[in-house]
């Protein structure tokens, strides 16, 4: 098992911009579980000495919501990560369903956090940089991102995110990445995508523990780095320097996209030449004609 293992060979990867990327020792186990595959990835990062932490991951093949599974373990850690390569009940933001069909990620990560909630709001914003890091380490595609939490290639979504507060305490931050699939419904055939329309099948297990070093590397930056992850974003935030619609249940008004706070929100400036914030969760922002444009 050791050596077919893709986590022990050692690698010169590089990231993208051709910095090396860096090491984790890490020990797999694979077990079966009333028909259900686990397997547990622990990831130990050493630095001088110390240990950064360990993750853990709790793999299936089915599941109904990887966020809701693990919001009902109690007794998860920092680092507990559920994953499945399928949903039968995704959840999305504001409500919404997540179509997860064979052949996608869909990974939900405990970060356990102390600090209160309030000063977490960047989180969402950060993972989005976070998962955008993860598949450009892999794919040979160009991803951008839509306010606040939509992935995209070539102006169509292949990656929602979807942070909700942890019973446990803390946060769980949910990814569901469309990697090898293309069956879509007809209504979301215009809005919708999978990795591999652009760049080919795509390796989900690489794909997955990129994603999982790049997680690794959010959590611990999480507030010593909150200003260069946030320049990021909005570099590669499409959403910005355009008129869009702010949709909310109560009302849709249409605005000029500005800015990022350090906070995440989403700076506007309305007809009338006023100013706001929209915070994560207030609204979701739409093309003046449709999902983007
Ligand atoms: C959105 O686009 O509105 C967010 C979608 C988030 C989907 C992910 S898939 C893994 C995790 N489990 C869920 O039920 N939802 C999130």
């Not at 050596?3 to 020792?25: F, I, Q, V, W």
């Not at 853990?56 to 850690?77: H, P, Q």
């Not at 979807?162 to 769980?172: D, K, M, R, S």
């Given at each position: ?43 130990r990062r050493q630095k001088g000495g110390a240990c950064l932490g360990e993750w853990t991951l709790l793999r299936y093949e ?50 356990k956090r102390s600090e209160p909630l309030d000063q977490l709001l960047h989180l969402t914003t950060m993972a989005a940089v ?164």
């Amino acid at each position: 098992m050791k050596n077919s293992c893709p986590c022990h060979r050692k690698r010169e990867e590089r990231n993208a911009d051709g910095t090396k990327l860096r090491k984790y020792r890490k020990v797999l186990t694979f077990f079966h579980e009333n028909d259900i595959l686990v397997i547990e990835i622990r990831s130990r990062r050493q630095k001088g000495g110390a240990c950064l932490g360990e993750w853990t991951l709790l793999r299936y093949e089915t599941i109904d919501s990887t966020n809701t599974a693990l919001k009902s373990m109690t007794e998860a850690e920092h680092g507990t990560m559920v994953c499945s390569d399928r949903q039968t009940a995704g959840r999305g933001r504001l409500g919404r369903s997540f179509l997860s069909e064979d052949g996608g990620i869909y990974l939900s990560l405990l970060l356990k956090r102390s600090e209160p909630l309030d000063q977490l709001l960047h989180l969402t914003t950060m993972a989005a940089v976070a998962v955008r890091r993860a598949i450009m380490d892999v794919c040979s595609v160009q991803v951008q991102i839509k306010w606040i939490n939509d992935l995209l290639v070539e102006g169509k979504k292949i990656c929602g995110i979807l942070t909700e507060v942890a019973p446990q305490g803390g946060v769980i931050v949910g990814i569901g990445i469309n990697c090898n699939t293309d069956r879509f419904p007809q209504e979301l055939g215009p809005i919708a995508a999978s990795l591999c329309q652009f760049c080919g099948e795509v390796d989900r297990e690489a794909l997955l523990q990129a994603l999982i070093r790049r997680l690794q590397e959010m959590d611990e930056v999480l507030f010593s780095q909150k200003a260069p992850w946030m320049e990021e974003y909005a570099r590669f935030c499409i959403t910005l320097g355009k008129e869009v619609r702010l949709l909310s249940a109560a009302q849709s008004r249409e605005a000029f996209a500005e800015g990022i706070s350090e906070n995440g929100g989403l700076l506007v400036r309305f007809p009338d030449g006023s100013r706001r914030e929209i915070t994560v969760g207030e609204a979701s922002v739409r093309g003046l004609h449709g999902y983007m444009n």
